[in-house]
């Protein structure tokens, strides 16, 4: 399994686009400078009214597909 950290800040105008499935992807750059991206519909759960804020552990499993994806701080 492969692990990535990264912070992420999005508004909640930028948010409903993705919740909404205008946009089905994700692109963020992980600590160590790797563009990672993944479906849209894994940040549902951290929508708030302020959108999408903080640090992020996102799990993949050895053929890159998704396992996890969790707020850490």
Known sequence: MQEYFFSIHL???ECMEYYHGNIKYIQVTEDAGKR????????????????VR???RLCLDGQNGFVSLEKIA
């Open 11 to 13: 508004t909640y105008d």
């Open 36 to 51: 990672i991206r993944f479906p849209a519909k894994h940040i549902r759960r951290f929508v708030s009214s302020l959108g």
């Open 54 to 56: 903080g640090r992020y």
